[in-house]
């Protein structure tokens, strides 16, 4: 039993008051609205329902439209035209009767009369290139929209139509009831354009030396829009920037092309023995059991001999893929093609490569080894890819992202050399558009409206892939690189756009048409902020969960933002309203640093700051005697002796009270501290972030401490923590590692370090 003498001190000194610090009471006012930032997002997210469950899974009623395609195209080469006749049979999954169906015609981006250039401002600039000058004032625009020959039902029945920009809308000759299908097709063509000088996502580049066009073909068809609980129909007009929204269905491709070319694109070649040669075939089955290397399918030399051919003849690559939210083919005939096995989980997956000799000697080395090591860090950190190939097309300027195919730069000089930026420009273009196939091919969001949900997400994982890559393979870092330079997910790269001009900021939660600096707003910042997430704020066990979770659940499936963020709490009991709030709500900026440390000794003798602060309650020291009292290092009180006393020479009361109350044995295990802080941490930041502290010792030692983001729940401006202890603190830094983003360090350390160069500028003013 422990006798208790001090009951009446215990009493007035309710919980650390020693050390608490003194809220100013503000003036009272109406209408306060809650603004504190911890505050749960029940107005910033839409209210849970039945078809999204408040834990961010689909809920019971959770439905999808589908849309299935039968397709003919065909290449015309010598006229660079490209035609199809479609058949889209439509599913109606939605509770909802529909009147009319909304279809894509993205081409028209392309169209003579296209608004897209009308809505970019433009200024008479005093010197230009002569092409510049040329295409700015002289070029006539090209005419590369849709021409859209028949919109009919099965029965061959007319359908009427109406089209505003790259929006068609067809209507129904009766309702489409749910559960109902609905078919029609729709005849069109259009001129195919020069995708380098516009950087355009599809197109051919044409290769002046041997008169050939290498084609990487995409949005080249009346895609369906996607019918959702969200947006009703999705028809944001495509102005150029913000990609597209797109169901899932399943495609039959029947593509006619010049006989001499190679063809590859979504879904499985079901005539390959019709469109390869023996050879081809041969090569092909090695391919499959090639887990090393990748094997060609087609050779340079062979490439190079096609190139030569210009055939009149036609061949048809039949294609199926089933459960893809798009399609999209390359074909030439200047194409190498090398294909090697990947195991993912325990299936194989083929990595594919297509390439002219222009990509040479860059793309046969690392292209598909890029693609292989891709599809194994995607699927270890979501699941495993579940299509049956993945294939890297080289296209100049190009890094664009279709099911199981995508278009990537990285071009060496003519010579064959190539810098450390063109390398690991084209591997982390591979890594990242091969990437894509997770977001947003498989868990499909909409990226018209959210371009952070598919490229936040994937530029996060991008940086985790490479840095996979650089330890499965290294040899493929230059020398002198010791890990991959990766350039959005490390927290430092971000920090300038962070603390730019917020007039040019946006908060990640914008759509993607309307930001400023789209780089940093839709793949840097959330990228950035997820492997925050991962790394400081949650810890890769909890959020490697969580995230695996996320693309389960909405793997085939439509998220939304809230899907995400809801997942990411729902599976790992970590209340994330206040990070999701500051990071993807606000253009807020990370800034924490330590404002003051004080340094306190134990003394029996009340001092001025004891008496202060008992005369502000109301009372004296003499009422309340025996009592701790703390003496400030350096104050009028302080007498060098307490700093050489141990705390119970100090203090007698605190001495008698452990006398009193413990046994010997029980003191034996008591904490004895020496030395007292008061470590005042101040926030000029908007973010609420956790603290990472790292303590030094005299003795050399450290500690690091995180305090969680919470401890700014009640003062989002300052606040402090008493630190005990038994070791003289020399040195306090805040994000030792720069692990936050933190935008202005010039605070985060105790005492304050003058930087290297200010210093050395001083030096030199000195020396004069
Ligand atoms: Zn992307």
């Known amino acids: 039993m422990i006798k208790s003498t001090y009951y009446f001190l215990s009493v007035l000194f309710i919980s650390t008051t020693l050390f608490s610090q003194n809220q100013e009471q503000q003036p009272r006012k109406p ?62 999954n939605s509770p909802d009767g529909l009147d009319y169906l909304w279809v894509q015609l993205d081409q028209n981006k392309r169209a003579k009369d296209s608004k897209s250039p009308l809505i970019e401002t433009s200024k008479v600039s005093p010197v230009l290139r002569p092409e510049q000058f040329f295409k700015g004032y002289m070029n006539n625009p090209f005419d590369g929209g849709f021409n859209i020959q028949e919109v009919k039902d099965v029965n061959g029945n007319p359908l009427q139509y109406m089209i505003n920009s790259t929006m068609m809308r067809v209507e129904l000759p009766k309702t489409l009831k749910p559960k109902e299908k609905f078919s029609f097709s729709i005849k069109w063509w259009y001129k195919i354009n020069d995708h380098v000088p516009d950087r355009d996502r599809s197109g051919y580049e044409f290769f002046e030396k041997d008169g050939n066009r290498a084609y990487v073909i995409a949005q080249f068809f009346p895609r369906m829009a996607v019918y959702n609980d969200v947006e009703g129909w999705q028809n944001s007009q495509f102005w150029g920037r913000d990609e597209f929204a797109l169901p899932f269905g399943n495609y039959d491709v029947n593509i006619t092309v010049p006989a001499d070319h190679i063809l590859d694109g979504t879904g499985k070649l079901t005539n390959r023995k019709d469109v390869f040669t023996k050879t081809m075939m041969e090569r092909f089955e090695k391919a499959k059991k090639s887990y090393d290397k990748p094997i060609l399918i087609v050779t340079q030399a062979e490439a190079e001999a096609a190139e030569k051919s210009f055939s009149d003849k036609t061949k048809t690559w039949k294609l199926h893929a089933d459960n893809v939210r798009d399609f999209a083919f390359a074909t030439s005939r200047k194409f190498i093609w090398d294909m090697m096995a990947v195991k993912i989980g325990n299936k194989d997956v083929m990595a594919v490569s297509l390439y002219p000799k222009e990509g040479n000697p860059l793309w046969e080395e690392w292209s598909t080894i890029t693609v292989a090591s891709t599809l194994k860090s995607y699927s270890r950190m979501t699941f495993d890819y579940p299509y049956h190939k993945a294939i890297s097309v080289h296209a100049k300027n190009q890094g664009m992202e279709y099911p199981m195919i995508c278009w990537n730069y990285g071009r060496p000089q003519e010579d064959g050399s190539y810098s450390d930026r063109v390398k690991y420009g084209m591997m982390s273009v591979i890594i990242h ?9 498989i ?41 991959y330079p990766s350039r959005r997910g490390p927290a430092k790269n971000i920090v300038q756009y962070m603390g730019g001009d917020q007039d040019f900021i946006s908060p990640i939660m914008s759509k993607g048409l309307n930001v400023h600096q789209f780089g940093d707003n839709a793949y840097g910042k959330p990228a950035t902020a997820l492997n925050i997430l991962r790394e400081t704020v949650m810890g890769r066990e909890l ?37 999701w709030r500051g990071w ?9 640093g330590i404002k003051e440390v004080k340094k306190y000794y134990v003394s029996s003798e009340p001092n001025q700051y004891t008496k202060d602060y008992l005369a502000k309650q109301g009372r004296s020291a003499k009422d309340l005697v025996p009592l701790v009292y703390m003496v400030e290092e350096g104050s009028e009180d302080y007498k060098e002796s307490l700093k050489k006393g141990t705390l119970l020479d100090n203090s007698k009361p605190l001495k008698e ?34 603290i990472i502290v790292e303590y030094t010792y005299a003795d050399g030692s450290t500690k690091r401490e995180i305090y969680p983001a919470e ?16 070791k003289e603190i020399v040195r306090i830094a805040v994000d030792p590692d720069l692990e936050t983003a933190d935008v202005d360090t010039s605070n985060n350390s105790w005492p304050k370090e003058v930087k290297q160069n200010e210093f050395d500028k001083f030096k030199k003013k000195v020396k004069g």
């Open 584 to 592: 993807f709500y606000t253009t807020d900026w990370v800034d924490i």
């Open 443 to 483: 868990v499909n969001s909409d990226e018209r409206q959210w371009t952070w949900m598919d490229e936040g997400l994937n530029s996060f994982l991008q940086y985790v892939a490479e840095t996979d890559f650089a330890e499965w393979y290294p040899s493929a870092l230059s020398p002198g690189d010791d890990t």
């Open 711 to 726: 401890i700014w729940r009640l003062n989002d401006n300052e606040i402090s923590k008493a630190i005990a202890s038994d």
């Open 657 to 690: 009270y452990l006398m009193d109350n413990f046994s010997e044995e029980q003191r034996k295990s008591i904490k004895e501290p020496k030395y007292f802080y008061n470590v005042t941490y101040e926030k000029p930041g908007g973010l609420v972030m956790p």
């Open 543 to 579: 959020f490697d969960y969580a995230f695996k979770e996320y693309a389960h659940r909405w793997m085939f499936k439509h998220p939304t933002p809230e899907d995400f963020f809801r997942t990411m709490e729902d599976a790992s009991a970590f209340d994330l309203d206040w990070f």
């Open 31 to 92: 209408g306060h609205t809650n603004t504190n930032k911890f505050k749960q997002l029940y107005d910033e997210f839409s209210t849970p329902n039945m078809y999204r469950a408040a834990s961010g899974a689909p809920g019971s009623a959770y439905y999808q439209q589908q849309a299935d395609y039968k397709m003919d195209i065909v290449l015309d080469d010598k006229n660079t035209k490209l035609s199809g006749f479609e058949t889209i049979t439509y599913t109606n």
């Open 433 to 441: 558009e091969v990437g894509h196939n997770f977001f947003p091919m």
